[in-house]
Each structure stands twice: as C-alpha cells, then as structure tokens.
C-alpha cells in the first residue's frame, strides 16, 4: 500500500492550497480517509476525515470552516482544500487510510510520506 501526499508548499497568510493524496494497494472505496498534521516541535494533530460516504466529514476545531476533504475514488485521491491559511497551520501534513469503523481521529491502518505546507505571516 502507497499513499502518496503532494500539493504542499508556501503561501502568503490567508491564501489557499490544495493537497492531494493518491492511494495505491488498496481498495480504496473500503476506506475512510485521513488528513494529520505535525507542527514542528509539536506532537502530529488530527485535522480532517472522511468516510467512505459524502455525509461522514470530520474536522478539527481548528480548521473548521476553513478546510474541506473529499474524495474521488475513482481516482483513488483524497484531497484538503485549505483556504484562509494561517501561520499556525505551518506544518508536514500527512495522509492516512483506515479500515474498519470507530473514531476517525485514530487507529489508521496506512500512512503516507507528508507533504510541508509553509505559511508565511
């Protein structure tokens, strides 16, 4: 299984990216979808999930309203829309895939490599 995250980069405070992440080795339509964050010198953060329908989105208090998450599985790619970004959002973002059911903000069975999202102020 491969999960490959891209997308990251730098943007000015209040600009927008999009990460993607492109899942391979798996049936991807059978898992829920993960979007983490590691600041540096900070433990890694939930930030957004997706299930495997449309209705199931979860987000972080944090970046609620700012971020969204959806999915192609046709493609076999999650994405994160990150709009209104802020200096506290600076961090490696990784993506995650999870079977099974139970909370979204852990127990992930795949993880990709992280993506660095840099915001500047």
């Known amino acids: 299984v491969q999960l490959q995250a891209s997308g990251g980069g730098l943007v000015q405070a209040g600009g927008s990216l999009r990460l993607s992440c492109a899942a391979s080795g798996l049936t991807f339509s059978n898992y829920a979808m993960g979007w983490f964050r590691q600041a540096p010198g900070k433990e890694r953060e939930f930030v957004a999930a997706?299930?495997?329908?449309?209705?199931?989105?979860y987000f972080a208090d944090s970046v609620k309203g700012r971020f969204t998450i959806s999915r192609d599985n046709s493609k076999k790619t999650v994405y994160l829309q990150m709009n209104s970004l802020q200096f506290e959002d600076t961090a490696i973002y990784y993506c995650?895939?999870?079977?099974?059911?139970?909370?979204?903000?852990?127990?992930?069975?795949?993880w990709g490599q992280g993506t660095l999202v840099t915001v500047s102020s």
């Open positions: 997706m299930g495997r329908s449309a209705a199931s989105r």
């Open positions: 995650a895939a999870k079977y099974g059911s139970g909370t979204y903000r852990r127990d992930y069975n795949y």
